[in-house]
Every structure is written in structure tokens, then in C-alpha cells.
């Protein structure tokens, strides 16, 4: 998470090309927070329609924006509202961000998970990339905003991309089978969208994300053969995963990133109504207003809020977390144990270093993957941590997933592989993909087309 900061600030500084008057130009009225937008909460009975079913679409609000400063030059952009299922199968609403480039191929469409990390709704990416956004404290949608910069390089080579707000609009982070529905339900709505969108209702499909982003990703690989077995995704990058809460609470308390913690627990509490009172209870009076306070922040403010906080040490047990039975429960139904496997090929990149997420537990379940006849090349870091895998990673996973859209020769792999660098720095894909990147972001940001020329 932290290098992602620093792909932001090296990215955003092409902006220094900018005009300082465009950077600082007067704008309307910002876009209205999710949290007082009825378009985000339908009425009448969602059960009614099938998952996917989209419900309302519109233009945003606001237009589509670089760091929520420069506008990006789109074809088109929807917001679609969609029927999609909670963690316990019940219909609820969500949205998805339709962004359409120039010379589109609408036959290719890459579902882009934002890691969201946060516990308000008014962190959704379908608000946070819209221009003059309100980040909220510390610029909590900060990197949300940095993400656009791997979402437009696929928008450059022309795929369309739909990116929902797979938390839902309770945002419940870490609720991660409302995030692999959310997902796979996204997709179902974008395909549906032809009449408005253009896009092809048999497109190819690919799914991409990071950490949170991984999250969503990897439940909807897990989740497709049962929830939506008619959907041909044809392969999904993820990286930076999370299988297993508990040792991500056990790796983070104390540390840089421990705010995950409290985000989490309000996450999941927004789904499971029996945690928050117990949560509440066994927390120190002293320590509550600290713990809540996600509830009305994103995410670099989470950060920064419980910057080295020993988070388990706010409650009367400091193990309550980790051996209430109840919790325990939830913790392990949203982590990933392999019990389906994905028929949907991944490739998959992991930093051994992985201070968020121990990469044994990625290990051990792409072997449980393996051994059930999933197909997965994967790809472990040295060199690298959480954050700067974020970065390092992002242009093996983007060459992967062009191969897939192509239809190279090879690719995805059949089977499973594993290779181990010293440090991605040096793969081939830095060479072939970043300098474009990077060519790309600066020319979109002075006003381009955004889509191939």
C-alpha cells in the first residue's frame, strides 16, 4: 500500500506539465456523497430480479478524473445499479463504473477491483474517481484516485473496463462473499449494458486487483462455478492476496497498517449483526472513539490513524478478536481455504516479504488449487513487500492479462507453475509495459483521447 502512494506521486508528477491553472481552475458543484445519493439505495423488492439485473443506470455526476483534478477524455462512462447478493445471500444494490474508451474494442471487458479497504460508503470507487470527489481526512481516497492509472492503461488498449463497489452499500470490507458476487454480478450487469454501452454481450472477460482488490477477485474466481457458471471469464490477475484474516490481525497489530483491523471488524460487523455488540463490549471505553472512527473515514485517514496502534490492546482481552467464538466463525468464513476451486485460469503475484499477509498462506492455498486441477502460474517477489509488489507487480500481471485478451499462443498456461525473482524490477514486462504507461498517463493527462490511437 505504501509504494502504491509512490506510484501515485511518480505518476502524478507528469502532472507538473500541467498548467497550474488547469490543476487549480475553479469547478461546479462537487458530486453528492453516496451516503445522501438515493440513486445508491433503490426502493422495493430487490429479490424480485435475477443477481445482475441492472436496476438504474445514469452518467456520474461528475466526470471520470485523474487524482480527481483532470478529467479524463472517455467515449463514455455509465454508472450502472445493479441486483447483486450480501454475504449471506440476501439481494441488495450496488453500482459499477462503465468507462468506455476511444476506438473501444468492445469485445474485451476487464473487471477492475479497486482495493477499497474502508468501512463507509463514501469510499465506493464509483464516487472516488469522479472529479472534485471529496477524499475526506488525510485524502483518504487517495489511492483509490491511483488506481485510475493502471485502469487506463487497459482503457489504452482499448478494453472496456467496469469497476464496481464490490463492498456493497453497507461498504462491509472483508466481507468477502458479497465481494465475489458484487464482482461476478458487476460483469453480469456490463454484459447486459449493450444498448448503452456498446459492449459486446460476449466479450471477452477478464477480472484484475490488488490486495482488497485481490480479495474480490479471487472469491469471485472461487464462487463463478456455482453463482454464475454461464459467465466465461477468461483468466483473472491477482495480487498482493489475503487468504487468511486471522494472520493478517496476528501480522499488522502494532505495525504501519494496522487501521486494516478496526476497518475490517466494522466490515464485517455491517454483516453479521451478532459481532458489533460484542465487539463493543469488550472494547475499553477509552478506545471506542479511535475504533469507530472508520465508520466515517477511508482509507490513507485509517492509516494514518492507527499508525503503529496495538489495536488488540484497545480491548479488555487483547485476544478477543482472535478467540471469541463468534468472531472466529466469521474470520474464518471469509477466508480463503480452497473448499472450490477455480476453473478460471490466475495468475497470481505475491511478495515474500509480505508484511500484510504472510505468503505462506498464499503458498499453501495455490497448492490446495494445484492439486485440485487449477490452472495458476505463479509469480513470488524477493525483493519486495506488500506495497511495492503493488507497483513492481503491476506491469507482469498487465502483460499476462493482454495475453489473455489477445488470445496469445500459450497463454493462460494450462497447469500450474511457480517461479520465484529476486525482484520483478528487472522482468521483461517492466521494458514492454511501463514506459507506455507512463507515456499514456502524461499525454491523458494533458488532454488525449483516452483509448489507442
Known amino acids: 500500500m505504501r509504494l502504491l502512494t509512490l506510484l501515485a506521486a511518480a505518476l502524478a508528477g507528469t502532472a507538473h506539465a500541467l498548467p497550474a491553472s488547469l490543476l487549480l481552475q475553479a469547478r461546479g458543484d462537487a458530486p453528492t456523497l453516496p451516503s445522501k445519493d438515493s440513486f445508491y439505495f433503490p426502493q422495493g423488492d430487490l429479490s424480485k430480479s435475477a443477481p445482475g439485473t441492472i436496476l438504474s443506470q445514469r452518467a456520474p455526476p461528475a466526470a471520470v478524473a485523474a487524482f480527481g483534478i483532470v478529467p479524463a477524455k472517455l467515449n463514455y462512462t455509465q454508472q450502472l445499479l445493479y441486483r447483486t447478493s450480501d454475504n449471506h445471500g440476501n439481494a441488495i444494490a450496488t453500482v459499477a463504473t462503465v468507462l468506455v474508451p476511444h476506438n473501444a474494442d468492445l469485445g474485451k471487458l476487464l473487471s477492475y477491483q479497486i482495493a477499497i479497504d474502508a468501512a463507509s460508503i463514501d469510499c465506493a470507487p464509483s464516487y472516488a474517481l469522479q472529479e472534485d470527489s471529496d477524499r475526506g481526512a488525510l485524502a483518504g481516497t487517495l489511492l483509490s484516485q491511483a488506481e485510475f492509472l493502471l485502469i487506463e492503461a487497459a482503457l489504452e488498449q482499448g478494453w472496456v473496463v467496469v469497476v464496481p463497489d464490490f463492498q456493497g452499500p453497507q461498504s462491509s470490507y472483508l466481507a468477502n462473499k458479497l465481494a ?179 505468503v505462506a498462506d498464499s503458498d499453501k492455498l495455490v497448492d490446495t488449487y494445484c492439486a485440485a486441477g487449477a490452472s495458476v502460474e505463479y509469480v513470488r517477489d524477493v525483493l519486495s513487500n506488500h506495497g511495492a509488489y503493488a507497483v513492481i507487480g503491476a506491469p507482469l500481471a498487465f502483460s499476462w492479462l493482454k495475453g489473455v485478451m489477445e488470445g496469445g499462443q500459450g497463454v493462460p498456461k494450462t497447469g500450474c507453475s511457480r517461479k520465484t525473482q529476486l525482484s520483478g524490477v528487472l522482468d521483461k514486462s517492466q521494458f514492454e509495459v511501463l514506459p507506455k504507461l507512463v507515456a499514456d498517463t502524461l499525454l491523458d493527462l494533458l488532454g488525449k483521447n483516452v483509448g489507442p490511437i
Open 180 to 358: 465475489g458476487y458484487a464482482t461476478l454480478d458487476g460483469i453480469r450487469a456490463a454484459l447486459a449494458s449493450t444498448a448503452s454501452t456498446g459492449i459486446m454481450s460476449d466479450a471477452t472477460v477478464t477480472m484484475w486487483g490488488y490486495s482488497g482488490g485481490s480479495l474480490a477477485s479471487q472469491w469471485a474466481a472461487e464462487l463463478q462455478p456455482a453463482y454464475a457458471p454461464e459467465l466465461k471469464i477468461a483468466g483473472a490477475a491477482v495480487g498482493g492476496t489475503v487468504p487468511n484474516v486471522a494472520n493478517v490481525i496476528k501480522a499488522i497489530n502494532g505495525q504501519p497498517l494496522a487501521g486494516f483491523i478496526p476497518t475490517g471488524v466494522l466490515g464485517l460487523a455491517s454483516q453479521y449483526p451478532a459481532a458489533g455488540p460484542l465487539v463493543d463490549a469488550a472494547l475499553k471505553p477509552e478506545s471506542k472513539a479511535l475504533f469507530y472512527s472508520p465508520l466515517k473515514q477511508c482509507l490513507t485517514a485509517n492509516a494514518a490513524a492507527f499508525l503503529f496502534k496495538d489495536v488488540l490492546g484497545m480491548f479488555t482481552d487483547r485476544n478477543f478478536l482472535l478467540t471469541n467464538e463468534v468472531l472466529v466463525g466469521i474470520t474464518e468464513e471469509n477466508s480463503l481455504v480452497g473448499k472450490t476451486t477455480p476453473t478460471i485460469p490466475l495468475f497470481w503475484y505475491k511478495s515474500a516479504m509480505d508484511e500484510v499477509s504472510p
